[in-house]
């Protein structure tokens, strides 16, 4: 029988483990934690039986991509909720926008028909679209023309394409969404994870995992005791001598690491393409109890799953930027996640869990909380007072926690126009880490950041093709 080691048990890690061992491959997973599900756990961070999502909440790339039709983890008890309104965006005195599911909805609240222009065609060709974003992209798309649309809108600055629109709302919905590539809004390519963000928005919504996203990691783990995988936890991988062989080494590490772990069995040419690979500016993420919920004026951020708190497009493009040179602004972006609007099983006794982060620089030193709750107090007067439970954690925490975030970047590196085209290293297969069956399968390879499990699928997929070879 073939036999893989996936050494890393994050929503990647996973993914590439339950597609080896449904293919029939006897697979053992290693994951340094006590807990596995890396960036898709979710925990009581703040009180007993209040469920917070540890990292990731949110899950709009995760929807039919080929891993989950593949897996079928709805069969492994997963089950997607959504919120009312997909993505808010609250400016001062109860003005705000709101990306409902429907673009024309979405349009007729912005007043804005430059939205529909832009990203309709995007919307409606999603399917296709989504289908060709998460593979590497030196593959020819499924939808050359459907892409090319894409790359026309996706390559340019945010800053550019943002002059589209004639309304404040608009422009400052927009940043919200594109500041999710943790990239000033001035660069180029700095459009391209929110225009996808975008689309899928409108095309598929923002869900949640019901439960909390430890539901995905669950469905991923059920899968696998039913395939027959193995998984050990508490188990730090710091070279493949240190553990049995197997025919399949899958890596859901940074590149970096991956070269470490493999030692010479990886060519230096590859390893050297595998330590250039850049991490970008990073987050300080806070998790709150509030009882009944975040009093936002702009009325429609109490329907939101997320929340873009930061104001105007000019506002955020100058924090973005201050970030990205390292400087910390006094006003920084901040990402809420409200996952009890979607799933209102997660609150208790009128207390809801809130999952917060600020936009800081790379390896920034301190707690951001202060600076969240002040963020948030402007756009929601009161909110301190709601606060009953809260727990924080530094860069260096998240670094300490999940060694994939580096510097505290938890979208494990940069998304620079070349990372965000050829990541980790220009490659036709950006997988393989040369010719000893070893595999990286991490976000640092296409599509990047996000639960989605699709890194991990193509790299289990390659894994496999080279057997069939
Ligand atoms: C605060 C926060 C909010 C986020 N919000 C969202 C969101 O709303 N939506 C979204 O899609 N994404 C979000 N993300 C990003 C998302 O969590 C990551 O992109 C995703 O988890 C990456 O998955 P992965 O499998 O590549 O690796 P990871 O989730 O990073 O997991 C890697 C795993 O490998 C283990 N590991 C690493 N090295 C070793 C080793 N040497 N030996 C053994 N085990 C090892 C780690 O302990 C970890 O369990 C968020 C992240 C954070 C931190």
């Given at each position: 029988?073939?036999?893989?080691?996936?050494i890393?048990?994050?929503?990647?890690?996973?993914?590439?483990?339950?597609?080896?061992?449904?293919?029939?491959?006897?697979?053992?997973?290693?994951?340094?934690?006590?807990?596995?599900?890396?960036?898709?756990?979710?925990?009581?961070?703040t009180?007993?039986?209040?469920?917070?999502?540890?990292?990731?909440?949110?899950h709009?790339?995760?929807?039919?991509?080929?891993?989950?039709?593949?897996?079928?983890?709805?069969?492994?008890?997963?089950?997607?909720?959504?919120?009312?309104?997909?993505?808010?965006?609250?400016?001062?005195?109860g003005?705000?926008?709101?990306?409902?599911?429907?673009?024309?909805?979405?349009?007729?609240?912005?007043?804005?028909?430059?939205?529909?222009?832009?990203?309709?065609?995007?919307?409606?060709?999603?399917?296709?679209?989504?289908?060709?974003?998460?593979?590497?992209?030196?593959?020819?798309?499924?939808?050359?023309?459907?892409?090319?649309?894409?790359?026309?809108?996706?390559?340019?600055?945010?800053?550019?394409?943002?002059?589209?629109?004639?309304?404040?709302?608009a422009?400052?919905?927009?940043?919200?969404?594109?500041?999710?590539?943790?990239?000033?809004?001035?660069?180029?390519?700095?459009?391209?994870?929110?225009?996808?963000?975008?689309?899928?928005?409108?095309?598929?919504?923002?869900?949640?995992?019901?439960?909390?996203?430890?539901?995905?990691?669950?469905?991923?783990?059920?899968?696998?005791?039913?395939?027959?995988?193995?998984?050990?936890?508490?188990?730090h991988?710091?070279?493949?001598?240190?553990?049995?062989t197997?025919?399949?080494?899958?890596?859901?590490?940074?590149?970096?690491?991956?070269?470490?772990?493999?030692?010479?069995?990886?060519?230096d040419?590859?390893?050297s393409?595998?330590?250039?690979?850049?991490?970008?500016?990073?987050?300080?993420?806070?998790?709150?109890?509030?009882?009944?919920?975040?009093?936002?004026?702009?009325?429609?951020?109490?329907?939101?799953?997320?929340?873009h708190?930061?104001?105007?497009?000019?506002?955020?493009?100058?924090?973005?930027?201050?970030?990205?040179?390292?400087?910390?602004?006094?006003?920084?972006?901040?990402?809420?996640?409200?996952?009890?609007?979607?799933?209102?099983?997660?609150?208790?006794?009128?207390?809801?869990?809130?999952?917060?982060?600020?936009?800081?620089?790379?390896?920034?030193?301190?707690?951001?909380?202060?600076?969240?709750?002040?963020?948030?107090?402007?756009?929601?007067?009161?909110?301190?007072?709601?606060?009953v439970?809260?727990?924080?954690r530094?860069?260096?925490?998240?670094?300490?926690?999940?060694?994939?975030?580096?510097?505290?970047?938890?979208?494990?590196?940069?998304?620079?126009?070349?990372?965000?085209?050829?990541?980790?290293?220009?490659?036709?297969?950006?997988?393989?880490?040369?010719?000893?069956?070893?595999?990286?399968?991490?976000?640092?390879?296409?599509?990047?950041a996000?639960?989605?499990?699709?890194?991990?699928?193509?790299?289990?997929?390659?894994a496999?093709?080279?057997?069939?070879?």
């Amino acid at each position: 029988m073939v036999t893989a080691n996936v050494i890393g048990s994050g929503p990647n890690g996973l993914a590439a483990a339950v597609t080896l061992a449904k293919a029939g491959v006897e697979v053992t997973i290693y994951e340094r934690n006590a807990i596995p599900g890396g960036g898709a756990r979710s925990v009581e961070a703040t009180l007993p039986g209040l469920m917070h999502d540890h990292c990731a909440g949110f899950h709009p790339l995760s929807v039919n991509n080929a891993f989950m039709v593949d897996a079928q983890l709805d069969t492994f008890g997963l089950e997607w909720a959504l919120p009312e309104i997909q993505y808010a965006h609250p400016l001062d005195y109860g003005r705000g926008a709101a990306a409902h599911r429907s673009i024309q909805h979405t349009v007729q609240q912005l007043g804005d028909p430059a939205w529909q222009v832009l990203f309709g065609p995007l919307a409606r060709h999603f399917a296709k679209l989504s289908a060709d974003v998460v593979h590497p992209m030196l593959q020819l798309p499924q939808s050359p023309i459907g892409f090319a649309r894409f790359g026309m809108r996706a390559g340019l600055p945010a800053n550019v394409l943002a002059k589209a629109f004639r309304t404040d709302e608009a422009q400052a919905l927009f940043a919200g969404v594109a500041a999710h590539a943790f990239r000033p809004l001035h660069t180029l390519g700095s459009s391209a994870i929110g225009a996808t963000l975008l689309a899928a928005a409108h095309a598929v919504g923002w869900p949640v995992a019901k439960g909390g996203s430890q539901a995905i990691v669950d469905a991923m783990l059920k899968a696998l005791d039913h395939y027959g995988a193995t998984v050990v936890t508490d188990a730090h991988i710091s070279s493949v001598a240190d553990i049995p062989t197997a025919d399949i080494v899958m890596l859901n590490t940074g590149p970096a690491a991956a070269a470490d772990i493999l030692g010479s069995a990886v060519p230096d040419r590859v390893a050297s393409g595998l330590r250039r690979y850049r991490y970008g500016s990073a987050a300080a993420p806070v998790s709150l109890a509030v009882e009944g919920g975040i009093p936002w004026l702009y009325e429609p951020a109490r329907r939101a799953g997320t929340v873009h708190v930061g104001g105007s497009f000019a506002e955020i493009a100058v924090v973005e930027a201050q970030i990205a040179k390292g400087k910390m602004p006094r006003n920084p972006f901040v990402l809420v996640g409200q996952q009890s609007v979607a799933d209102p099983g997660r609150a208790h006794n009128n207390i809801h869990p809130v999952d917060a982060y600020a936009h800081v620089p790379a390896g920034y030193p301190h707690d951001a909380t202060e600076l969240i709750i002040r963020q948030l107090e402007r756009f929601a007067p009161g909110v301190r007072e709601r606060i009953v439970a809260r727990s924080s954690r530094t860069t260096a925490d998240l670094e300490a926690d999940n060694p994939n975030f580096v510097g505290g970047d938890i979208v494990s590196g940069a998304n620079s126009m070349d990372q965000l085209l050829f990541r980790p290293r220009p490659a036709l297969n950006p997988y393989r880490l040369g010719p000893a069956r070893a595999y990286l399968c991490s976000a640092a390879t296409p599509p990047g950041a996000g639960v989605h499990g699709m890194a991990g699928y193509n790299a289990a997929r390659s894994a496999l093709e080279d057997l069939e070879r």
